[in-house]
Nanobody, 128 residues
Framework: QVQLVESGGGLVQAGGSLRLSCAAS????????FGWFRQAPGKEREFVGT????????DYADSVKGRFAISRDSSKNTVYLRMNSLKPEDTAVYYC?????????????????????RGQGTLVTVSS
């Protein structure tokens, strides 16, 4: 059974940093591209970024580019989202998701398709 479990969310002041983790199980980790999306109360799903199966290709939303970084550790079957220079508008529930196709994942993270594999989310609150 494929499972993704996020952790690392919490309350942080504006300008601070957090690192979210996404632990994967029940899958061949190296065969999957991973991504993160976020959803604030009353708002649509928002694409945050993706990382390819090899880790060699990353892509980010303009709103987080230069502040957020996605990485993956195959030895731990874990994907990370490092968030720096956090802003109050980054407040949301953050979810990780996976798909064997990076293009399918990117489309789905943008709200234009179904996410077959996703976690339960972790809340990030940035205070001003």
């Amino acid at each position: 059974q494929v499972q993704l479990v996020e952790s690392g969310g919490g309350l942080v002041q504006a300008g601070g940093s957090l690192r979210l983790s996404c632990a994967a199980s029940g899958m061949t980790f190296s065969s999957y591209a991973f991504g993160w999306f976020r959803q604030a109360p009353g708002k649509e799903r928002e694409f945050v970024g993706t990382i390819s199966w090899s880790g060699g290709v990353t892509d980010y939303a303009d709103s987080v580019k230069g502040r957020f970084a996605i990485s993956r550790d195959s030895s731990k079957n874990t994907v990370y989202l490092r968030m720096n220079s956090l802003k109050p508008e980054d407040t949301a529930v953050y979810y990780c998701a996976a798909d064997e196709s990076l293009s399918v994942l990117t489309t789905a993270l943008s709200g234009k398709g179904n996410l077959e594999v996703r976690g339960q989310g972790t809340l990030v609150t940035v205070s001003s």
